[in-house]
């Protein structure tokens, strides 16, 4: 195979794809840019949506930059190419997160291909779940999922399980102490009132799922001033199922890393017929991420809580366009 150049009809095709990714609040911190007559196309992050207070490290930006070039490798491979990812290739620039080379057509990545219809299938779901358990064979493709990226998905034994729900719980009452943390969550939430912001990007208020009768479900509340009053309320599954996903390592190369391997789960699972929601809260305070890890398992650093089971699939949320998160040089 040979590099060739790509038209701008492909590119933009490509990145449509890309961005379909999860990220944190939906705030879809990633650049593109392809400069013409080359194969390559360039991730880079964006600072300007970064979350101080929630993620002063970046760790989740990188996260969900590592699921954008995850998606773009899907996308590439659905139309025959195979991409070359070369990891921060810039020691200079930090926010130069991936060159991506592609070649073809001919020999894309194995299996990747397969994972595109998931793509424009695949969201968040902030709604109760049935109690019926996902069965081993299915854990176990997520599991292999995971390692085809260099990450383990961990499912918690009964006790860790327990932990993990506390700190999830610890995690609420500590944002709801801490003015700046709220307020950087409404800034990235519409509830349809007068604040309602961007219609391309947060989390709208449908996408919040109902309210929980009883604390039993780690779904993070967008909205607990209840700024919306009509807003229903459900019980939720009594005893949640989650995964852990999680890096040898805990640095900017593995963070990108992660965010491959946690899409490519997610996408595993959208093909399977499960639901899943992302639950970060517990790991963007550092003296609760440390009690994630199982003490007992040769894991190294949780980088996602992973709910999953069978249930509502959830609303696409709203994406920006391609003209916005792409440049052309």
Same mark, same amino acid.
């Given at each position: 195979m040979s590099t060739t150049s790509l038209t701008r009809p492909l590119v933009t095709s490509l990145i449509e794809d890309a961005v379909t990714a999860p990220s944190m609040h939906n705030a879809q911190p990633w650049k593109f840019?392809?400069?013409?007559?080359?194969?390559v196309i360039e991730l880079h992050g964006d600072p300007l949506r970064r979350m101080p207070h929630e993620d002063p490290d970046h760790r989740a930006l990188h996260?969900?930059?590592? =699921? +954008?070039?995850?998606?773009? #490798?899907?996308?590439? $491979?659905?139309?025959?190419?195979?991409a070359v990812v070369r990891l921060l290739p810039r020691p200079g620039d930090p926010w130069h997160f991936a060159d991506v080379e592609l070649l073809g057509p001919g020999d894309p990545e194995p299996g990747l291909a397969a994972l595109h219809s998931a793509l424009s299938r695949r969201h968040t779901s902030r709604f109760p779940f049935t109690e019926e358990r996902v069965p081993a064979e299915l854990i176990d493709a997520l599991r292999a999922a995971a390692l085809l990226e260099g990450c383990r998905f961990d499912v918690p034994g009964a006790w860790h399980t327990d932990t993990v729900l506390g700190i999830v719980?610890?995690?609420?009452?500590?944002? =709801? +102490?801490?003015?700046?943390? #709220?307020?950087?969550? $409404?800034?990235w939430t519409r509830t349809g009132g007068s604040d309602v912001g961007s219609g391309t990007e947060g989390i709208p208020a449908y996408a919040f799922g109902p309210r929980q009768y009883d604390v039993t479900s780690p779904v993070r509340d967008?909205?607990?001033?209840?700024?919306?009053?009509?807003?229903?309320?459900?019980?939720?599954?009594?005893?949640?199922?989650?995964?852990?996903?999680?890096?040898?390592e805990d640095t900017p190369r593995q963070w990108l890393t992660a965010g491959q391997g946690l899409h490519r789960v997610l996408l595993r699972a959208t093909l399977d017929g499960l639901s899943t929601s992302l639950m970060s809260q517990p790991l963007e305070w550092p003296e609760l991420r440390s009690v994630a890890r199982d003490p007992e398992s040769a894991a190294g650093f949780v980088q996602m809580v992973v709910r999953l089971g069978y249930g509502p699939k959830g609303r696409a949320t709203p994406r920006r366009p391609v003209s916005e998160v792409l440049t052309f040089g």
């Amino acid at each position: 195979m040979s590099t060739t150049s790509l038209t701008r009809p492909l590119v933009t095709s490509l990145i449509e794809d890309a961005v379909t990714a999860p990220s944190m609040h939906n705030a879809q911190p990633w650049k593109f840019v392809h400069t013409a007559g080359t194969g390559v196309i360039e991730l880079h992050g964006d600072p300007l949506r970064r979350m101080p207070h929630e993620d002063p490290d970046h760790r989740a930006l990188h996260l969900g930059c590592g =699921a +954008a070039l995850f998606g773009l #490798r899907v996308a590439a $491979a659905h139309r025959d190419r195979h991409a070359v990812v070369r990891l921060l290739p810039r020691p200079g620039d930090p926010w130069h997160f991936a060159d991506v080379e592609l070649l073809g057509p001919g020999d894309p990545e194995p299996g990747l291909a397969a994972l595109h219809s998931a793509l424009s299938r695949r969201h968040t779901s902030r709604f109760p779940f049935t109690e019926e358990r996902v069965p081993a064979e299915l854990i176990d493709a997520l599991r292999a999922a995971a390692l085809l990226e260099g990450c383990r998905f961990d499912v918690p034994g009964a006790w860790h399980t327990d932990t993990v729900l506390g700190i999830v719980h610890d995690s609420e009452r500590s944002e =709801a +102490a801490d003015e700046a943390v #709220r307020a950087e969550i $409404a800034a990235w939430t519409r509830t349809g009132g007068s604040d309602v912001g961007s219609g391309t990007e947060g989390i709208p208020a449908y996408a919040f799922g109902p309210r929980q009768y009883d604390v039993t479900s780690p779904v993070r509340d967008f909205d607990p001033p209840r700024r919306m009053t009509d807003r229903p309320a459900a019980r939720f599954e009594k005893e949640p199922q989650i995964a852990l996903l999680s890096t040898a390592e805990d640095t900017p190369r593995q963070w990108l890393t992660a965010g491959q391997g946690l899409h490519r789960v997610l996408l595993r699972a959208t093909l399977d017929g499960l639901s899943t929601s992302l639950m970060s809260q517990p790991l963007e305070w550092p003296e609760l991420r440390s009690v994630a890890r199982d003490p007992e398992s040769a894991a190294g650093f949780v980088q996602m809580v992973v709910r999953l089971g069978y249930g509502p699939k959830g609303r696409a949320t709203p994406r920006r366009p391609v003209s916005e998160v792409l440049t052309f040089g």
